[in-house]
């Protein structure tokens, strides 16, 4: 077995664990360390896959700026034990389950994918280049620079929502 292929399984196995505590863990803030643990596994995908601009980039982006929003609302929110929504065994059982069939479908994904580092080899085109991935990203007639405006646009609202219901109620004192 090569080794990229072992440190493949390897990161693969730490993503989906740590993808499941964190939306398994019952503390917030547990939480938060296992989505800063699975960022940094997939930042090791984007290694293997010789995508070193990536990974700095998603390191930065996710594991920095991120998760630190992330942190402050969850303590704006102050989630309380008594606040906390119990769930029913039932829909455990269901996100359990929903979460297996996943991890089988992903593995059988990976399993039957064919390598697409052929491909960049015989293009020639050095992908690592911040001059080529801003012109695939923000092409306007080829590029992806509609869906980024998008994702803009859904970040901003998602900041003015969390301040929104982070924003406490004023109760009137008589």
Not at 22 to 32: E, Q, V, W
């Amino acid at each position: 077995m090569a080794t990229a292929l072992l440190i493949f399984y390897i990161l693969s196995a730490v993503t989906l664990a740590s993808a499941f505590l964190t939306i398994y863990s019952r503390n917030p803030i547990h939480s938060a360390i296992y989505l800063v643990i699975c960022f940094f596994s997939i930042a090791g995908h984007y290694l293997l896959l010789n995508a070193q601009f990536l990974a700095i980039v998603h390191v930065i982006v996710y594991s920095g700026a991120i998760m630190i929003l992330f942190l402050f609302t969850v303590m704006l929110m102050n989630l309380n034990k008594e606040d906390e929504v119990h769930k029913p065994r039932m829909a455990r059982f269901v996100a359990i389950t929903l979460f297996g069939i996943m991890c089988v479908i992903l593995v059988a994904l990976f399993m039957n994918s064919k390598p697409v580092s052929d491909i960049y080899v015989q293009d020639g085109t050095d992908y690592q280049s911040i001059k080529v991935l801003g012109r695939v990203l923000l092409d306007g007639k080829e590029g992806y620079m509609v869906p980024f405006e998008f994702a803009s646009v859904l970040l901003l609202v998602a900041m003015i929502g969390t301040v929104l219901l982070s924003k406490k109620e004023i109760t009137e004192k008589k």
